[in-house]
């Protein structure tokens, strides 16, 4: 069991535990199953941010937000303005996923998938490659700052910064072509709008990383304070096991010895959870807010247990209620959570496959109904607007249909480059009948055709209004 009653874990003052005092956290790096799972999944991750942006599939990127065009390119789709609903979906399907994972695993995505995580992890390594390990440099933090050391730590916030340009070039690969991008850095042609957007994402990515890193996590990012929402009591967290641990012992006394005397746990003290905790929390002291479940005290309490000839698992994920009742993966409100789940990525997936390729719009030209002329024919007026959301199609031919007799004039080839002008066209029928005419245009290109309902008005109608 991870959850005991409070008696069995000494009561005492709890250092400011969310580094309120301003004190520095210095990150002690650690080995084991839980740091490898860890890279496991932002390695590729990482690989994705930085080399997704440069693929490209007949000169259109994979996925870009493309807002002077107004839309998104994502994998060969292209998504309009008009889309927005499947896009709302998809932010609907990936919520829903996470409140699913988040009642079964906790806290897994802040701990192994989060960006502000990952990054962190990068820049504490960094900090670890030119600095040396956690325990020297929180014994040089008030040394002075000169010599050897200073040469350090310039190298160090200057990698900082090399990596959080990157970044921050990257990042904006995803708003605009990244060849053009380089290109105009490289020529030093960007633009003074372009640098300052690229100064800002460089400032910002090197203070959350490298600066400010667990406060992100425990004042910025909302997660923390409604996690308890999306959790129960059968939910797996890392969390000590104060009935094994409690009361502490020392590491200097064997297992042996102390399990003679009787009158202490398994924990011997050393505090190596808290220095490998990113955020600086003791887990000894229960369920806490700024806990990401990263694993990194599992794993440096593991291995020394094992040092200690001591069984692992004192730190462990874990449920608070795994001994009272059996762990039960299915319950009311996590089915809840997967319902939700598969409506949401259903109804996404069915918006996606029948989303459309163009979008047609059809105005009147509210400043002259119709007109009428000397031979006979009378000609309506029309505004006509397409964008385009498919990559091959470029161009269509227009035509119009639904009365015998009508002659469109206007552009038969309609281009599509997206550029939100409008275009002029007038219908025009030799002897109306008079009324309301219903009429329809048509929009092809060499395999389908799109069709969009309209109306004709005629002289008789009008007089009747």
Not at 130 to 150: D, H, I, V, W
Not at 190 to 201: D, I, K, Q, Y
Not at 202 to 220: D, M, P, Q, S
Not at 288 to 307: E, N, P
Request: proline content about 4%.
């Amino acid at each position: 069991m991870h959850q005991s009653p409070s008696a069995q874990i000494p009561l005492r003052p709890i250092n400011d535990a969310y580094g309120l005092e301003g004190r520095k956290i210095h990150v002690r790096l650690t080995e084991g199953r839980f740091q490898n799972l860890r890279r496991l999944i932002s390695w590729p991750l990482l690989a994705l941010f930085f080399g997704l942006v440069w693929v490209q599939s007949k000169g259109t990127p994979w996925l870009m937000f493309d807002f002077p065009e107004r839309r998104i390119l994502l994998f060969g789709t292209h998504f309009s303005w008009y889309d927005l609903h499947i896009l709302t979906g998809m932010m609907i399907t990936a919520a829903s996923l996470l409140f699913f994972v988040s009642m079964i695993w906790g806290r897994v995505w802040c701990g192994f998938a989060c960006p502000q995580t990952i990054w962190t992890w990068i820049f504490i390594r960094i900090e670890r490659w030119t600095e040396g390990r956690a325990s020297l440099r929180q014994r040089q933090e008030n040394m002075p700052l000169r010599g050897a050391r200073l040469a350090r730590r310039i190298v160090k916030h200057t990698l900082w910064m090399t990596v959080a340009l990157l970044t921050a070039i990257t990042f904006t690969g995803y708003f605009m072509p990244i060849r053009d991008l380089v290109a105009q850095l490289a020529g030093a042609e960007a633009s003074t709008t372009l640098v300052g957007w690229l100064v800002c994402m460089t400032l910002l990515t090197y203070i959350n990383a490298g600066l400010v890193r667990e406060k992100i996590c425990l004042h910025a990012c909302p997660y923390s304070r409604f996690q308890a929402v999306m959790m129960d009591d059968r939910s797996l967290k890392v969390s000590y096991n104060a009935e094994r641990g409690e009361p502490r012992g020392s590491i200097k006394l064997s297992s042996a010895i102390q399990q003679a005397k009787g009158s202490v746990g398994d924990c011997v003290d050393c505090n190596i959870c808290v220095q490998v905790c990113p955020t600086g929390i003791d887990i000894r002291d229960g369920l806490q807010a700024a806990c990401i479940d990263c694993g990194a005290c599992i794993d440096a309490c593991d291995q020394v247990m094992l040092k200690t000839q001591r069984p692992t698992g004192l730190i462990g994920f874990a449920a608070a209620q795994e001994q009272q009742q059996p762990q039960r993966f299915w319950r009311p409100r996590l089915l809840g959570y997967f319902a939700v789940t598969l409506i949401a990525f259903s109804s996404t997936g069915y918006a996606l496959v029948n989303k459309k390729d163009l979008v047609v719009e059809i105005r009147r030209d509210r400043d002259s109904l119709y007109r009428e002329f000397s031979d006979g024919s009378l000609c309506n007026f029309y505004q006509i607007k397409a964008e385009s959301f498919a990559p091959a199609l470029t161009q269509m031919d227009v035509s119009v249909s639904g009365q015998e007799g009508l002659v469109l004039q206007g552009p038969e080839t309609f281009m599509l480059d997206n550029s939100g002008e409008w275009t002029a066209y007038r219908v025009c029928l030799m002897n109306p009948a008079g009324g309301v005419l219903p009429i329809t245009f048509n929009f092809s290109d060499q395999t389908r055709t799109w069709s969009r309902s309209s109306s004709l008005i005629t002289n008789t109608h009008y007089q009747q209004r």
